[in-house]
């Protein structure tokens, strides 16, 4: 079993692009299921396989404990860790060649405490990857790609596995996803651009992470997808099976 974990911040397309995923491995003969870590979600463009929110009910951690729904939410994403074993066997009890694991909204209460680098670590699968989604309607400005590129950054170092960096929401732009991967793949570009628009005081700040995160080598490559047309599903889909499975494709 080969587990699939979509990272990203606040409405960057995480559920969507997890029920395309689920689908796309699907209709090509794989077995995917779509596992919910997010003890908040109200709804979901998905059925899980495997739902957090049967162990773990925010409503009743807010009258239990006399939390706002901000208090209640970070205590139930502490809560995840100590019901894994249980979503480990309903995982296990389907047998799926993929598990793709759709994270907490707020990515900072997955990666930045405990419960998730457990979660990645622990998993028992063949291998894992992490997914994390630059969505296009934030980093359309040069400043807001370089926050959200080290933001990334700093989620590979706390989640520790192969890591994809997806530009999401492709069909929302037009044709300014061309421009956003021209910054991905030509810091020289960015860094241009940034000058353009910033004051000076942001260029020198963001031109120096720019550049001390390329020395230690962080990339900032981008496949652009779309949740909704399925653009970029066939480059993604190579991606992670080169990660997984050296190029060689899962047999039916």
């Excluded at 587990?3 to 003969?29: D, E, P, R, V």
């Excluded at 296990?92 to 209460?109: H, K, N």
């Excluded at 004051?199 to 909704?228: C, H, K, Q, T, W």
């Amino acid at each position: 079993m080969y587990a699939i974990f979509i990272t990203g911040t606040a409405g960057s397309g995480k559920s969507l692009l997890t029920s395309c995923l689920t689908q796309w491995f699907n209709a090509k003969g794989s077995y995917a299921i779509a596992v919910n870590l997010d003890p908040g979600a109200l709804s979901l463009p998905y059925e899980p396989d495997v739902d957090i929110r049967d162990y773990i009910d925010i409503q009743t951690i807010m009258d239990s404990y006399q939390l706002g729904p901000n208090g209640a939410l970070i205590f139930a994403t502490d809560l995840i860790a100590t019901r894994f074993q249980e979503i480990q066997d309903e995982i296990d009890s389907l047998s799926p060649d993929y598990a793709i694991i759709d994270t907490p909204g707020q990515v900072e209460l997955f990666a930045y405490r405990n419960n998730g680098p457990y979660i990645v670590e622990n998993i028992k699968c063949d291998e894992r990857a992490i997914l994390f989604l630059f969505d296009s309607m934030l980093v359309s400005t040069p400043i807001n790609f370089v926050s959200i590129a080290l933001l990334n950054a700093s989620i590979q170092l706390r989640l520790r596995a192969p890591h994809v960096a997806l530009l999401s929401k492709k069909d929302l732009i037009g044709e300014k996803w061309k421009k956003i991967l021209k910054w991905a793949s030509d810091r020289a570009a960015l860094e241009s651009a940034i000058k353009e628009e910033a004051r000076s005081i942001d260029y020198l700040l963001g031109s120096g992470i720019l550049r001390n995160l390329a020395r230690i080598g962080f990339s900032y490559e981008l496949i652009p997808v779309s949740a909704v047309t399925q653009e970029g599903m066939v480059e993604l889909s190579a991606t992670l099976t080169r990660i997984f499975k050296g190029g060689e494709e899962i047999e039916d």
